[in-house]
T-cell receptor, first 113, second 112 residues
Framework: AQSVSQHNHHVILSEAASLELGCNYSYGGTVNLFWYVQYPGQHLQLLLKYFSGDPLVKGIKGFEAEFIKSKFSFNLRKPSVQWSDTAEYFCAPRSYNTDKLIFGTGTRLQVFP | NAGVTQTPKFRVLKTGQSMTLLCAQDMNHEYMYWYRQDPGMGLRLIHYSVGEGTTAKGEVPDGYNVSRLKKQNFLLGLESAAPSQTSVYFC???????????FGQGTRLTVV
């Protein structure tokens, strides 16, 4: 069965700290990978995506993610977080083999000034 | 270009009442999804549709029904609301299986 694991449920950081959020999936076949962000009281928005090519992809607001095929992982990183990064982050692999769109349980990030 | 629009944005129901949530998209997307979001549970897929006239069950379909009579609209119905259905409901759409999804603003439903 397809599954998505986000290991960090709640992360608390001070501004300027580095961030890494883990995402592992178990999908067969070709997989496209997405990270979404949900700011407090808002809907989900796309943060970045990976389809093919360079496994290190850059998204909006200084976020990047690295795809490691052998580990079925797509970890999200940011070198220096800001208070405005406080949000919930969701990993979502997508496969052309399934019609469903399943999300990880999300990671709540709190950044303090 | 409105994207994905959900109505209503807020609703309070009494136990046993029924209601329909409407999701409308103007991007000509084939795929549409309904999720519920609860604290600590992430987004759970209720039902989805891969095209006009089709529907399928997701992870937590019990107590909900859906219809996709028109390509642009995906309706989520609660026939007899229960307090356990208190949640924030999100609709999403995408062009195909492998592509990104676009989300509506959400509907906050409280069942008392």
């Amino acid at each position: 069965a397809q599954s998505v694991s986000q290991h960090n449920h709640h992360v608390i950081l001070s501004e300027a700290a580095s961030l890494e959020l883990g995402c592992n999936y178990s999908y067969g076949g070709t997989v496209n990978l997405f990270w979404y962000v949900q700011y407090p009281g808002q809907h989900l928005q796309l943060l970045l995506k990976y389809f093919s090519g360079d496994p290190l992809v850059k998204g909006i607001k200084g976020f990047e993610a690295e795809f490691i095929k052998s580990k079925f992982s797509f970890n999200l990183r940011k070198p220096s977080v800001q208070w405005s990064d406080t949000a919930e982050y969701f990993c979502a692999p997508r496969s052309y083999n399934t019609d469903k769109l399943i999300f990880g349980t999300g990671t709540r990030l709190q950044v303090f000034p | 270009n409105a994207g994905v629009t959900q109505t209503p944005k807020f609703r309070v129901l009494k136990t046993g009442q029924s209601m329909t949530l409407l999701c409308a998209q103007d991007m000509n997307h084939e795929y549409m999804y309904w999720y519920r979001q609860d604290p600590g549970m992430g987004l759970r897929l209720i039902h989805y549709s891969v095209g006009e006239g089709t529907t399928a069950k997701g992870e937590v379909p019990d107590g909900y029904n859906v219809s996709r009579l028109k390509k642009q609209n995906f309706l989520l119905g609660l026939e007899s609301a229960a307090p356990s259905q208190t949640s924030v409901y999100f609709c999403a759409s995408s062009y195909s299986q492998g592509l990104e999804a676009f989300f509506g603003q959400g509907t906050r439903l409280t069942v008392v």
